[in-house]
């Protein structure tokens, strides 16, 4: 995994982020069958309406035709690295389904925390669980 080459992808993203409320930019960038696709957060005046920089991610990826993440890093201004929120694991789970993928977060100073995302998200809620 050329972990370095998604890293710089997602700085770069987060060079376009547009976080006036917050003023905490994140880029994502994530691996699906080759490709690269990156994300930066859109905050909007009514919060509930900010997109993730994950999301933004995965809605480029979807587009793209694909449907299976490999691997997924986040980058944030803050020192420590910072994982996914919430609705954001949800929806990673989505594409959860085709194996487990490894999240990188980076923080500011470069410092790395790396996990799979069956550990980041445990006993999430994903496309499987409407079958039964």
Avoid at 4 to 18: E, K, M, N, P, V
Avoid at 77 to 89: F, Q, V, W, Y
Avoid at 90 to 115: I, N, P, Y
Wanted: glycine content about 10%.
């Amino acid at each position: 995994m050329d972990w370095d080459r998604l890293i710089a992808a997602a700085r770069t993203a987060q060079q376009s982020a547009y976080a006036p409320y917050s003023e905490f930019s994140v880029g994502t960038a994530l691996l699906s069958e080759g490709e690269i696709f990156v994300g930066c957060n859109v905050e909007n005046a009514s919060l509930g309406a900010t997109i993730c920089a994950e999301r933004n991610a995965i809605a480029a990826m979807v587009m793209a035709g694909k449907r299976c993440i490999e691997a997924l890093v986040v980058v944030t201004p803050a020192l420590e690295p910072k994982s996914p929120c919430g609705m954001c694991r949800q929806v990673l789970a989505e594409f959860h389904h085709h194996g487990d993928f490894e999240v990188l977060s980076v923080g500011s100073q470069g410092e790395r925390l790396s996990m799979k995302f069956s550990e980041l998200h445990p006993r999430g809620f994903g496309p499987k669980d409407l079958g039964d």
